[in-house]
């Protein structure tokens, strides 16, 4: 449970960080000077699809459930998914942040269980093509090129991830055992380090190696 609260925390900042990211590339300036206009334009967009979307997709789940059966219902909170997804887009961040969003309602609902069971199906087909489409972008020979540079990191990453881990829970009054378990077992980098580098390196913010590097530590960890 402690490893899967570090987990969601990393994750939540993983979406903060895309999203400034994608801004700056919208927006066309990288030095950094609208951060916290991004940050601040963030938050509203936030709250107010918040409180729409609590407002809404219960009402919506509710009445679903008495009046469709279930491949319609999935049908439904896909479309909601895909909505929300490109509304976020469109307003200048991430279609991470309008997925996530709309999971962190569903999971407010009293309808999150019936919700993972109809979606368990398609996250499945989705992460599978989602990890191909990742793959096909990928040169062996750049792993290989970079391999120096990738274990250097992955080594670093091993080491310094348990320990950042284990001190903050251990401050936190975490028993020490149970802190050192869970910065173990919170060690691997994620698949958001795929999507952030790779948008880093379409906007040429950072250089076409840091692409090969995500991938390369995220296998190796």
Known sequence: QLAMGVAVIEEVVAVVMLTILNSMVKFGRGDGTQVPETLLKLGAFVVLAGVVGLLLVPWLLKRMSIAADEELQTLGLAGLLFGLAVVAQAAG???????????????????????ERTFEGMRDVFSAVFFVAIGMQIDARELWREGG?????????????????T??????????????????????????????????????VVPARFYPLAVGVSLVT
């Open 93 to 115: 961040y991430s279609l991470a942040l309008g997925a996530f969003l709309l999971g962190t309602i569903v999971a407010e609902t009293p309808h999150r269980h019936q919700v």
């Open 167 to 204: 001190a903050g829970l251990s401050l936190i009054g975490t028993p020490l055992k149970d802190g050192l378990r869970t910065g173990l077992t919170a060690t691997p980098i994620g698949e958001f380090s795929f999507i952030i580098a790779q948008l880093g390196v379409v906007a040429k």
């Open 149 to 165: 540079l990738i274990v250097a990191v992955a080594t670093f990453t091993l080491v310094a991830r348990p320990v950042a881990v």
